[in-house]
């Protein structure tokens, strides 16, 4: 039964088919800023993430971004988003992103690991029909024992495929 559900599965996926500039991948940059009992501390931040763009104005994407390190402390994150576009395909494009982040804060001798929803939102540019640029604001929670965020402003550079 299960071999069935998975060959089934399987035949769908290949089958569908995929329209140039449906998937895509990028790369962002930006700053982080983590605060803790009272001390800001904002180290440059680096993302990878590839995607799947449904419709005009639907896509899901994966990324991983380190948040940047600081005096022995190291912050990094994996999630899985929806992102919901407005007015879809235009050149300018607002969004909004909902994501589910496993996010890991090393600490000499510790590791705190958080699952949790987090949220973001952004602009859109496309400069062509196989490029575009992000600027987006991301909200990831770290910590397990004392829970905080780290707020991420980048640019992102994507390219479709």
């Not at 990324?63 to 994996?78: I, N, P, Q, R």
């Not at 705190?112 to 909200?139: A, I, K």
């Amino acid at each position: 039964m299960k071999k069935t559900a998975l060959a089934a599965l399987l035949a769908a996926f290949i089958a569908t088919p995929v329209e140039a500039g449906d998937m895509y991948a990028g790369v962002k940059i930006g700053k982080s800023r983590h605060s803790i009992t009272g001390v800001t501390n904002t180290p440059t931040a680096l993302g990878l993430y590839g995607g799947y763009k449904v419709n005009p104005e639907f896509g899901v994407e994966a990324e991983y971004m380190d948040l940047g390190s600081f005096g022995g402390v190291k912050a990094t994150a994996a999630d899985v988003s929806a992102l919901f576009f407005y007015p879809g395909d235009d050149p300018f494009s607002l969004y909004a992103k909902i994501s589910y982040a496993s996010t890991a804060w090393k600490i000499p001798g510790q590791v705190q690991y958080n699952s949790s929803f987090t949220h973001g939102f952004g602009l859109r540019y496309n400069t062509s029909p196989s490029t575009s640029f992000r600027f987006s604001w991301d909200r990831y929670m770290l910590g397990n024992q004392v829970v905080f965020n780290a707020d991420v402003v980048s640019v992102a550079g994507i390219y479709r495929f």
